[in-house]
T-cell receptor, first 113, second 110 residues
Framework: ETGVTQSPTHLIKTRGQQVTLRCSSQ?????VSWYQQALGQGPQFIFQ???????GRGNFPPRFSGLQFPNYSSELNVNALELDDSALYLC????????????FGSGTRLTVV | QQPVQSPQAVILREGEDAVINCSSS?????VHWYRQKHGEAPVFLMI?????EQKGHEKISASFNEKKQQSSLYLTASQLSYSGTYFC???????????FGKGTLLTVNP
């Protein structure tokens, strides 16, 4: 079975720009969660998608938005990038409600300059 | 509410045991444990469900005390490969607001 794949692996953007990060979920998983991980910190929950609908959101502003597609892949969009958005963005997929744990992708390292 | 992990860091010699604790001020419905090595993605270790039994994975096991809203991860006879940052992660029921603790850095030396 294929795992979770994220693209791109690294990205450099300028403050004020917009960025789209992509995630392909593991085969058989229909739930996708996005996390932001700053250096030396635990992952912070951004939101979760289940069957193409947002199913929970953390304390992130509306400029963080997402989509889930019929094949359960997902996108994370961030508008009006700020320097503090620099972080590792992790995508995790799971069966419904995460009963068997989450499988993480290797992440996208976003640097905002 | 972010679960609180303790200790923040621990250094072991190969073969020694360790316990990592995770507590929450809010009711826990399930607790996940993950290990993340430097520069890599978190890897799922195990899940403990409310009302469930203690889980085990080789020499790594965990318990879940619903009344105390705590979970503990037990690593016995540690190996070099156990080094990494351990996170507990709770899900708060129907809203699925998922929160990681700040992590416990475990270093196993030869």
């Amino acid at each position: 079975e294929t795992g979770v794949t994220q693209s791109p692996t690294h990205l450099i953007k300028t403050r004020g720009q917009q960025v789209t990060l992509r995630c392909s979920s593991q085969s058989g998983h229909n739930t996708v969660s996005w996390y932001q991980q700053a250096l030396g910190q635990g992952p912070q929950f951004i939101f979760q998608y289940y069957r193409e609908e947002e199913n929970g959101r953390g304390n992130f502003p509306p400029r963080f938005s997402g989509l889930q597609f019929p094949n359960y892949s997902s996108e994370l969009n961030v508008n009006a990038l700020e320097l503090d958005d620099s972080a590792l963005y992790l995508c995790a997929s799971s069966p419904p409600r995460g009963q068997l744990g989450y499988t993480f992708g290797s992440g996208t390292r976003l640097t905002v300059v | 509410q972010q679960p609180v992990q303790s200790p923040q860091a621990v250094i072991l010699r190969e073969g020694e045991d360790a316990v990592i604790n995770c507590s929450s001020s809010k009711a826990l419905y399930s607790v996940h444990w993950y290990r993340q090595k430097h520069g890599e993605a978190p890897v799922f270790l195990m899940i403990l469900l409310k009302g469930g039994e203690q889980k085990g994975h080789e020499k790594i096991s965990a318990s879940f005390n619903e009344k105390k809203q705590q979970s503990s991860l037990y690593l016995t006879a540690s190996q070099l490969s156990y080094s990494g940052t351990y996170f507990c992660h709770n899900s708060g029921g129907s809203n699925y607001k998922l929160t990681f603790g700040k992590g416990t850095l475990l270093t196993v030396n030869p």
